[in-house]
């Protein structure tokens, strides 16, 4: 019998199971993908000679935790590259911002554009970082009030702060980031930049409570941006074979079709044999020949909407659970992203090594990091105005990447590499619209977004791959294309992540724990939920 079986190989279960292999506990993972890794996966067989992310690309949160250290991933291959400057913002007027780890370097940058806010760009980081640092080491804990209440009163600058001061703070953190963003800085660049930065969790500038996504702009100059080398699943190729080194299993296209519940306990799981690809949401379980798994804790990694509307379907102890999961929001989408392949690498303004110009091709530091498409306000409104029409984004705001700045091997001599993450996109279009009418010209969209500010795109572009959000659903098993499993809005997060009651990594069924983006924190290459509810699971085992 197993001590742990874990449903899912996504990041967050690949790391709850590295920990509780290596505290000696049996455990064994198993995956309906004929991949590990979830949103975190690299593939080969997408374009020859190419490796090619279908999930994640950045890793920034993680190298905020103590993870890769505490489980020596080093040892089991995983390397970084640091990809300094870690975001590019380009003007339209040829001029750019450029956000270092170094924030005097990011200052100089936004000086040439407005010295008004390269000063106050240190304040806003001062401000910011006692209450973004707090907010993190509530990320890296199981969410209760008291916790959260402790945590941001002692360690987010609050005891500082006096009478109207503490109320003038809170009233910000419960504000939008459009809000805060505009209260801080004064040229619609600066303001775009940050903007479209914060906007990469999900909601939309104006929304209430949203002002932290602007907030954590500090940790990002401590954490950078990083690069796995050899592309982002490396992080899991390594987990993985940390697993594998301490005992533990890791089984891939070996679909969980039902957590087994016994005597009002959660003994195991039947699985079954053979991949199978990612079904909508509502979509009736899968049948089939089934075995069974015993084990003394199951824990699932994977959606919570697939956790109890699926895999306890016909559980009777999980009917009030059902029912509440089925109210959370997973969204109508979020974006999309394209997979290129291109003779050159984007040809900003100030590109040394244009070969329109006379250059011979090397990257320049526009290149490494997180390339920030996005004209000012109200370009993102217009986005996502069309998202709540139903209609994909018809001028997008894009961020783009072009990792063989930094990695060469993940592409042939000569080529590169370009990914293209766009917002917003709904997963069901109106007006009697389908994505497979649809992928196209969004793409064209997206491409002629790049090419604003990179006239050689979409000219180089020779090969796209592009996942729709109905592609990441059947991909990666996103529901609605939804990469954070839920809206990161703040009724869905710390303890309402996923819902009240369920925020423990516990559920009311003994022996049935949660990790994944479902859970506290949430989305993104993290792992803090994996960690947490590992030592959850380990407790519960003792």
Not at 2 to 12: C, F, P, Q, R, S
Not at 79 to 86: G, I, M, S, T
Request: net charge neutral; with cysteine; proline share 8%.
């Amino acid at each position: 019998m197993l001590d742990v079986a874990v449903v899912g190989a996504g990041h967050n279960a690949l790391i709850s199971a590295a920990y509780l292999a290596r505290a000696g506990h049996r455990v064994a993972v198993f995956e309906r993908s004929g991949h590990a890794g979830g949103a975190v996966q690299t593939r080969d067989d997408i374009f020859p000679g190419c490796r090619i992310d279908v999930g994640s690309s950045a890793h920034i949160l993680i190298h905020l935790t103590p993870i890769l250290a505490e489980l020596e991933l080093e040892r089991y291959g995983l390397r970084y590259v640091d990809c300094d400057p870690w975001a590019f913002y380009p003007l339209e007027d040829g001029r750019a911002i450029y956000f270092h780890r170094d924030v005097g370097l990011t200052c100089d940058s936004i000086a040439a554009v407005s010295p008004e806010d390269a000063r106050a760009y240190p304040r806003f980081l001062e401000e910011w970082r006692p209450i973004s640092q707090a907010v993190l080491r509530a990320f890296l804990d199981v969410p209760t009030p008291l916790k959260i209440g402790w945590t941001m009163a002692t360690g987010g600058g609050f005891a500082k702060k006096k009478g109207a001061e503490s109320t003038a703070m809170l009233q910000t953190i419960l504000g939008s980031y459009r809000q805060l963003i505009d209260r801080t800085f004064r040229h619609p660049a600066v303001r775009a930049a940050i903007e479209w930065i914060a906007a990469q969790s999900g909601p939309p500038p104006l929304e209430l409570g949203t002002a932290p996504l602007a907030g954590w702009q500090p940790l990002y100059h401590e954490s950078g941006v990083k690069r796995a080398v050899g592309g982002s699943g490396a992080l899991t190729t390594a987990l993985v074979a940390m697993i594998r080194a301490h005992g533990g299993e890791v089984h891939t296209a070996t679909p969980v079709r039902r957590i087994v519940v016994e005597g009002g306990r959660a003994v195991g799981l039947d699985v079954a044999d053979g991949a199978e690809p990612g079904l909508p949401l509502g979509a009736p379980p899968a049948t089939g020949p089934t075995r069974r798994v015993s084990a003394r804790t199951v824990l699932a990694g994977c959606h919570v909407a697939t956790t109890f509307g699926r895999l306890l379907a016909d559980a009777p102890e999980a009917a009030a659970l059902r029912e509440q999961v089925a109210g959370l929001r997973v969204g109508n989408g979020f974006g999309m992203i394209l997979r290129c392949v291109t003779s050159q690498l984007p040809a900003y303004a100030g590109w040394a090594g244009d070969p329109a110009r006379g250059g011979n091709g090397a990257p320049g530091p526009m290149h490494r990091g997180l390339q920030l498409l996005c004209p000012p306000a109200p370009y993102l409104d217009a986005a996502y105005a069309d998202y709540l029409r139903g209609e994909p984004a018809r001028d997008p705001a894009v961020v783009a990447m072009t990792w063989t700045a930094v990695d060469p091997s993940l592409a042939p001599p000569g080529k590169h590499l370009l990914f293209a993450w766009a917002q917003w996109h709904p997963y069901a279009l109106t007006g009697g619209r389908s994505w497979a009418g649809e992928r196209e010209r969004a793409a064209d969209d997206i491409l002629r977004a790049v090419g604003r500010f990179a006239p050689n795109v979409p000219g180089c572009v020779e090969q796209v791959h592009i996942q729709t959000p109905v592609d990441l659903e059947r991909e990666l098993g996103l529901y609605n294309g939804n990469v954070m499993h839920l809206e990161m809005s703040l009724d869905q997060m710390f303890m309402f992540r996923p819902a009240a009651g369920l925020a423990t990594y516990r559920t009311p069924i003994p022996g049935l724990f949660l990790t994944g983006a479902s859970t506290h924190p949430g989305g993104g290459v993290f792992g803090a939920s994996g960690r947490t509810a590992a030592k959850v699971v380990s407790k519960a085992l003792k």
